[in-house]
């Protein structure tokens, strides 16, 4: 039987290729929702007051709230979806604030392919920016994956 699926098979990706994410805009709605499933509370992130005191001048969103936004950028592409099996790894750098009302895309760029033990199987290692719209990158970070290749009773591209 022949699988299909919207997401790229490890065989047909390329050492190189990048794809971009649609815009995404940072509501107060996901930073109450992110605080609420965290339970991160930090005032740096809730209370306006102590925000105008921090360092940033304003309440900034929660650091790994763009973390999500990144992982939700693979499916907003389709690159991933059905052939994802495992996340196997994450390194994550934040370089910039990110404000309530800016508008991220993500950049994912094919960083390396490696071939696992399982012959269905192979290893994706995927680099990521996070852009605002100044065009300045906020996070960045390598997310690995296990994902699925090409068996032999499903044909090319």
């Not at 509501?27 to 209370?47: K, Q, R």
């Not at 895309?105 to 852009?131: C, F, I």
Request: negative net charge; contains cysteine; glycine residues 10%.
């Amino acid at each position: 039987m022949t699988s299909s699926y919207r997401g790229i098979l490890w065989d047909d990706l390329r050492h190189g290729q990048t794809f971009w994410s649609s815009g995404r805009t940072i509501t107060e709605h996901d930073v109450s929702a992110f605080s609420a499933l965290s339970g991160d509370f930090n005032p740096l992130h809730v209370d306006d007051e102590e925000g105008k005191c921090s360092v940033f001048g304003r309440r900034i969103p929660h650091g790994p709230l763009g973390m999500l936004f990144a992982i939700g950028g693979y499916d907003r592409i389709g690159l991933l979806e059905g052939v994802v099996v495992a996340l196997l790894d994450m390194n994550w750098r934040f370089r910039a604030p990110m404000h309530i009302g800016d508008t991220l895309r993500t950049k994912v760029t094919v960083a390396a392919l490696e071939e696992s033990k399982k012959p269905d199987l192979g290893k994706l290692t995927m680099h990521l920016q996070m852009y605002n719209q100044r065009e300045e990158v906020v996070q960045e970070g390598e997310h690995r994956f296990l994902i699925r290749r090409r068996t032999d009773d499903e044909a090319g591209p």
